[in-house]
């Protein structure tokens, strides 16, 4: 007989399953025995009155995995209203050792350290692993959105020779006897390789030496990467992160409603035109200096409340950020070249994206470069490419593990990552 | 006007148009100036027979990017039927420095070393920028057809605290001032996750401190991992393989006709069930001992013909490698424990991929440990998850490289990897 999930139950209402997966949940009673089993699906319930299943039960704890044959019957009070009755149990290995935290209670027991020691088996749990299939839907309607607006997908190295976005907060390692560094994005690449394909994603790893402990910053996190050329300004680059937010939420609608239920996470609408407030009018919205170089959190947040109470809107573009904290690729606004063209993305108070159009011409790279004090030689390949012939272009990263914790209502980014790396923090 | 693309042109025949892209190749004749535009989808010609734009022309390199605005006009010797008359051109930078290498020869010109240098704009050579819209298709094809068979996307450590196939060929760094390592593959991770989803997939770079020079290594490849619970043994593994690399090929067919037309490469059929042969079986074919432990890239070939030969396939899985070549998480053939429940994919006398069934009894992991004199204790976290029930399972690794080598007839993984990382290549 072909195994079943557990969803798929009611349709066999009176006939014989076969089902598989892990013991959610035993409870012995005097006379009968109900088993909750759990698959990727969801759980089901077994109910058993025979001794000797209610015998070798008892001897089968929690997490071991089984296979279970019996009857489907109609029962409002099971889960998805039927459940198995005149089980036969086999186990598919030995006897569970219970794990370090109880699977089987409604929220996860125990502090975030502790869940995260325990991540392989923890994350069994029905509410953390709703969190990365959310994650895994959000990343499957990124890459359809791009790919139906003629993206081409790359993979570029994450092994380098010089520092991508600055000296500081860099991995280094011996490579077959010279120095190499952890790639901190993809950034130079898929600003070359609008020269080869025009529009360019990645879903990739990036890494960070963060010597921050806080509950936004990871040392490895997953990066969606879009670059796109022949764009005529910051807007045109909004528009495509804009429909890659839609598009992300719109999977996770489509592709994870058990899981949003399970997390109680109503997806928000996305506007079709995102609000956006340039950095100076928000300034002065936040009764700050106009000098002040960057948005702090506590910026973020109050924004993010404002763009909810002003467009009713869960996003916010902030456009036209200060040169001074953008990095030298950043194309400054003609009108008003102490502000660039590059905008964040804030999703319910946190910056979720970072984007705008990058310089394009050979000559304003060596300006910038030597503006900021710096020499063309750590970035000369790169550099070099812009004689050779590139189009206006833009681009914008979106933090997945934020992405997902703003969806999901994590306060920690670690609880949006498998398997988080930060300062203290290398195993599981 | 809204730009349109080169392949967008026969629908526009005696319209207004307006195309971008780079200068590809100018002809200058004494009448008339013949500009081929080229742009992510193709090639365009434009004719200019005013002297102001041929003058202009004449200042504007190949490579140099440009924007034309002019009339369509069917002429059955132009690419696509049609070309651009009366063109107004605007350039949208500065005038291109000539390549290093000419860009509009029908094949690159130049060995592999001085195209791999200049990679970052010898890639727009259209027929070095097909292999890569070759391997985007694949990849996408990878994931639709795990997505439909209820696979969850992953995405897993890549800095890790031991090395995870073996303490050779790792890449160590220092991690907050402790030692790391990079992942050679997710194996350890994808199992564990088994446990969570059931069936899971990533496609993520792995780092392999490779000391050979070869055309088939690389010290950083895209590996294509799958992993999947609840088996009966490695033919589940085997036929998720099979229709993980046929849904590759398909979607190569059905996203990337003009890539593959301009690499003339047709795509070969995959068999319903790839023939298969068990290593033993496969020593005898070859007249090789008994006792042999590996195939050696000769044999691989050898292999691969015969398939063609015997079975009109492409493909050939080889089963039930001996056990003493492969790893310790590998699961013994009851029935001939000397060889294992593992399997590689033979793609044209290349290994593809590898795959098989893996142990998932806790005290099956002790005991292999043990027989191979190493410790648990490197693989603490791994090992102890599997005291906490896990199914029977088993899965395999496809390298994106290989695959697009094998399909594209290149003859070094180096041409088909964007950037490629070896031992003596750390740039651009």
Chains 1, 2 share one sequence.
Not at 371 to 388: I, L, M, N
Request: aromatic content about 8%.
């Amino acid at each position: 007989m072909q195994r079943i999930l557990s969803t798929e139950l009611p349709r066999y209402a009176g006939q014989q399953v076969r089902l598989a997966g892990w013991i959610h949940r035993r409870r012995l009673l005097k006379s009968v025995a109900f088993l909750i089993l759990r698959d990727a699906a969801g759980l089901a319930q077994v109910v058993a009155t025979g001794a000797a299943v209610r015998r070798q039960l008892d001897a089968l704890p929690e997490e071991t995995v089984v296979c279970v044959t019996g009857t489907a019957r109609a029962n409002p009070v099971a889960p998805g209203g039927v459940e198995v009755v005149d089980p036969a149990v086999v186990p598919l290995g030995d006897p569970a050792v219970p794990p370090p935290v109880d699977l089987y209670r409604p929220e996860p027991q125990g502090a975030l350290p502790t869940l995260l020691d325990h991540a392989p088996v923890v994350l069994r749990h029905p509410k953390l692993r709703a969190v990365h299939e959310v994650a895994a839907a959000a990343v499957a309607g990124y890459r359809s959105t791009l790919d139906g607006q003629r993206f081409v997908e790359i993979h570029t190295p994450k092994l380098v020779a010089s520092a991508t976005e600055s000296g500081a907060n860099v991995f280094a390692l011996d490579y077959f006897g010279r120095p190499a560094y952890l790639a901190q994005s993809p950034q130079f690449y898929k600003q070359l390789l609008v020269g080869v394909f025009e529009r360019v994603y990645e879903v990739g790893p990036v890494f960070r030496a963060e010597p921050h402990d806080t509950v936004r910053h990871l040392a490895q996190y997953t990066s969606l990467d879009a670059e796109l050329g022949f764009i005529t300004g910051e807007r045109d680059v909004m528009a495509v992160a804009r429909d890659a937010v839609a598009g992300m939420l719109d999977e996770v609608g489509a592709r994870a409603p058990a899981a949003l239920s399970t997390l109680d996470c109503p997806v928000p609408e996305v506007p079709a035109e995102i609000p956006a407030v340039h950095f100076a009018d928000a300034m002065e919205l936040l009764g700050e200096p106009a000098d002040t170089p960057d948005l702090a959190p506590a910026h973020e947040r109050w924004l993010g409340r404002w763009a909810r109470r002003e467009y009713g809107s869960d996003l916010l573009f902030v456009t036209g950020y200060p040169m001074a904290k953008r990095p030298f690729y950043t194309h400054p606004d003609p009108a008003r070249p102490a502000y660039s063209r590059s905008f964040d993305l804030i999703f319910r108070g946190l910056e979720l994206a970072t984007g705008g159009q990058r310089l394009h011409r050979h000559a304003d790279y060596v300006a910038a470069l030597a503006a900021r004090g710096e020499t063309v030689a750590p970035y000369q390949s790169y550099v070099d490419a812009f004689r050779h012939g590139m189009p206006p272009h833009g681009g914008f990263a979106i933090g997945l593990e934020r992405f997902t914790a703003q969806l999901t209502g994590a306060r920690n980014v670690r609880e949006t990552t498998l398997f988080p790396r930060d300062l203290h923090r290398l195993t599981p």
